[in-house]
């Protein structure tokens, strides 16, 4: 009679603690924001910060692949807080996945969740932000192995056991050594796009209950919008719709315009800023500070 071997692979999952983000992650528009695939370069410059960013064969990552980030961060910094070793590979259940984003475990979330995968692992990112003191002129993905492992039942059918990866080497030093890790509301991913974005932003930058403010242009290009006249426009407007909704947990939003009148004459020009702090502050966003 043959005996069944034991499965002797431990997993990292569940996760039991709070969703983590990372700041340098949240800081800069390193993820498209439209789930339509995009085969076209990302650039960011700003401030001494450049990022490039090219597709995979199936596009560039978008917010929405970032999910799986954000909960194998988690993962690790679970493991780090209990002072446990942390290891660059990573293996969980997509089950778990699912319930910490707030997913539906259907044939189509597997499916995405596949094509996440492939684009975190062949999206390259070229930048010259350092985590833990050092840095790279040579292209990464976010994931250097992304590996799904399945058994067959009597049937013929797959069945998932686990999710294998190993995250590259920028993300995990940003991870364990630089350790600016906050955690998120439970709500974040019932956010849409720009709203993910505005929320991260506001987390690692309202601190101490006092908020910050930025230029309407500065905010758009940190978010990953078009920033030409008409992107411009698209945005303001969504922010004055937010500002009417407030859909931001934890943080709240509102929009001043400044007339500047021109040396030269001529009409004046409007300069639209934004001002983010936490909703339990009493004190006005414009007493904050700025985006770093």
């Given amino acids: 009679m043959l005996l069944k071997q034991p499965d002797l692979f431990q997993l990292d999952s569940p996760l039991f603690a709070d969703l983590q983000g990372e700041r340098t992650v949240a800081e800069f528009p390193f993820f498209a924001l439209s789930k339509r695939m995009n085969m076209t370069s990302m650039i960011f410059e700003s401030a001494g910060a450049r990022i490039e960013i090219n597709p995979s064969s199936t596009g560039v990552a978008t917010i929405y692949d970032k999910e799986i980030l954000l909960y194998i961060a988690s993962l690790m910094v ?21 319930r910490v984003t707030s997913t539906n475990s259907s044939a189509r979330s597997y499916a995405s969740l596949k094509a996440s995968l492939a684009r975190l692992q062949g999206t390259q990112i070229i930048t010259n932000i350092e985590t833990g003191g050092e840095g790279s002129d040579s292209a990464f993905s976010w ?12 049937d013929g059918a797959r069945r998932i056991k686990r999710i294998e990866v190993m995250v590259c080497d ?11 890790i906050a955690a998120y509301h439970h709500d974040f991913f019932r956010l849409g796009p720009i709203e993910r974005r505005l929320y991260e932003l506001a987390k690692f930058n309202c601190i101490d209950g006092v908020g910050f403010e930025v230029e309407l242009e500065g905010l758009a290009n940190r978010v990953g919008c078009a920033s030409d006249r008409r992107g411009l426009e698209y945005f303001k407007k969504q922010l004055r719709e937010f500002a009417e909704k407030q859909p931001l947990p934890e943080y709240q939003l509102h929009l001043t315009d400044q007339k500047q009148v021109s040396s030269q004459g001529g009409r004046p020009r409007i300069k639209t800023i934004v001002h983010l702090s936490t909703k339990a502050s009493l004190r006005p966003a414009i007493e904050g500070g700025s985006l770093p």
């Fill in 143 to 154: 994931l250097l192995k992304a590996d799904i492992k399945y058994v067959k039942t009597p």
């Fill in 170 to 180: 920028w993300l995990y030093r940003a991870i364990l050594v630089d350790r600016r």
């Fill in 78 to 98: 679970e493991r780090m807080e209990k002072g446990e070793r942390v290891d660059r590979v990573v293996s969980f259940t997509a089950n778990d996945l699912f």
